[in-house]
Structures are given as C-alpha cells and as structure tokens.
C-alpha cells in the first residue's frame, strides 16, 4: 500500500479524468474497480491524499504507460507526513523504486525534491512508490502486490 493524492488530468479528452502523480509515473484509479465500487464506497476527487494498492504496472521497467491504482480510502489528515533523508530504505524491484519508512508511524510521502534525488541516484527508475509498510513486512508484499504486465 502507498499513499497517492490526486489531481484533475490536464489533458481534455482523456479516459480519466483523475489522476496521480505521486510515483514518477502516471497513475490512474482501475476502470473495472471504478464501474464495480460506484455507488458502494467513496472515490477520490481532485486534491484528496488516498492509501492505495498498486495492482499494476502497465510497461514495467520503463517510463511509458501508467500505473493501476485500487484506491482502500482517503486519509483524515490534511497531508501525509514528508519523508527525509535517514528515515527510510529503498530497494530497486523490476524498475521501480521502493521506499520504506524505517518506523512505523503515520503516513509517508515524498517530497518531490527527494524523488528527483532518488530518481537521478537510481538512474531514473520508471517509477517511485513509497510503501506505508516498514522493511521487515514489505519486501515480500511489494514483490507480490506490484504485477508484471
């Protein structure tokens, strides 16, 4: 799970009219999710920080296509907790960056002067998700949450 906030798509004519880009890659909240859960539960608007899963890569390994998002739901706080240099782990699966909170604690975003330090340091993964989960519980899900294709 990862925290995503979402904006309004600034492409006139696209499917999606969300979209976020908290990862370094496009996301986009699951069409089929989307037409099952309407009516049943809550879906992001425009500003909104959400926890959500990743459930696919569409391109993995390079910087075309989006993510799939499944958004669980949106946070009570204003803003997620920004993430600092020390206070986490990062592990390159596939193409995509992980980053862990080394604590658990509230929910972590990262500012985006630190994703351009990771990405250039990384040199440039396709994407960047920071993961609520702290290491020890993380990397197995991470590699079973993210599918290739």
């Not at 309004?8 to 976020?20: R, T, V």
């Amino acid at each position: 799970m990862a925290v995503a906030k979402f904006i309004m798509n600034a492409q006139p004519g696209k499917e999606s009219s969300l979209i976020s880009r908290t990862f370094g890659k496009v996301a986009i909240v699951d069409r089929a999710w989307t037409a099952a859960m309407a009516g049943h539960v809550e879906l992001p608007r425009n500003d909104e920080f959400w926890l959500v899963d990743v459930v696919r890569d569409q391109f993995p390994g390079t910087n075309r296509g989006v993510l799939i998002l499944h958004p669980r739901y949106p946070l009570a706080a204003a803003e997620p907790t920004r993430l600092f240099p020390g206070t986490f782990e990062e592990e390159l699966i596939d193409g995509t960056l992980y980053v862990r909170p080394k604590h658990a604690g509230p929910y972590w975003i990262a500012s985006l002067n630190l994703k351009d330090l990771l990405l250039k340091r990384h040199l440039k993964p396709n994407a960047l998700i920071v993961s609520i989960a702290t290491p020890a519980d993380a990397i197995v899900r991470a590699a079973k949450t993210v599918k290739q294709g």
